[in-house]
């Protein structure tokens, strides 16, 4: 039983690269949530999804998409990265809206 | 989701009990309190939530007041690992909107030796 795994753990991007997080949970969970946090601030909620084939946005969704095709995958694309974008990015997901939520160990993203 | 208020930074001594307030004024009927907490740049945690009633389980205590506007997240024995950020978050689980789990700046908690 893995949890949430994040892939890739770390990477460099180039300004106008585009790349994709990808977020896997193994616990059969309906809920996934995609946050970004900067340095010295909480969590902000970029997108979320509350079952397969749903997306919804957080509070800060420009520059990002995501896709939740399987039910254990939640994909986070950057189409066009700006160093504005640099930041780590945690992935989360729930059973249901009565329990608690698991969190990956997070994706440390620098855009140059 | 209500909002919630908590102080930016607090310490505690290792050994004592560490009592980490939320102030949630707004919240509404259907409406839980969760806590979590983030050690260094890991993922955060979950702790434990609660309705209306005090909570405990190994890691903590909550404590709701009455009239449930704040609540309390008591650590009895606090090591230098608890050193962390804590965040208090009110969300309810009935759906729609209020499917987002939304977290604020939190209390960083220092345990000092």
């Known amino acids: 039983n893995a949890g949430v795994t994040q892939t890739p753990k770390f990477r460099v991007l180039k300004t106008g690269q585009s790349m994709t997080l990808l977020c896997a949970q193994d616990m059969n969970h309906e809920y996934m949530y995609w946050y970004r946090q900067d340095p010295g601030m909480g969590l902000r909620l970029i997108h979320y999804?509350?079952?397969?084939?749903?997306?919804a946005k957080g509070e800060v969704p420009d520059g990002y998409n995501v896709s939740r095709l399987k039910k254990q995958n939640f994909l986070l694309g950057l189409e066009s990265a700006a160093p504005s974008q640099t930041s780590v990015y945690f992935c989360?997901?729930?059973?249901?809206?009565?329990?608690?939520?698991?969190f990956g160990q997070g994706t440390r993203l620098t855009v140059v | 989701d209500a909002k919630t208020t908590q102080p930016p930074s607090m310490d505690c001594a290792e050994g004592r009990a560490a009592n980490l307030p939320c102030n949630h004024s707004t919240i509404s009927g259907n409406e839980y309190v969760y806590w979590y907490r983030q050690i260094h740049s890991q993922g955060p945690q979950y702790i434990i939530h609660g309705l209306k009633n005090n909570e405990t389980n190994e890691m903590a205590s909550l404590i709701i007041t009455e009239d449930r506007k704040s609540s309390t997240l008591i650590l009895p024995h606090a090591t230098l690992r608890d050193t962390a950020v804590y965040y208090c978050i009110v969300t309810s689980n009935s759906g729609g909107s209020n499917y987002k789990l939304t977290f604020g700046k939190g209390t960083l908690l220092t345990v000092n030796p």
């Open positions: 999804s509350v079952g397969e084939g749903t997306t």
């Open positions: 989360a997901s729930r059973l249901d809206g009565y329990t608690e939520a698991f």
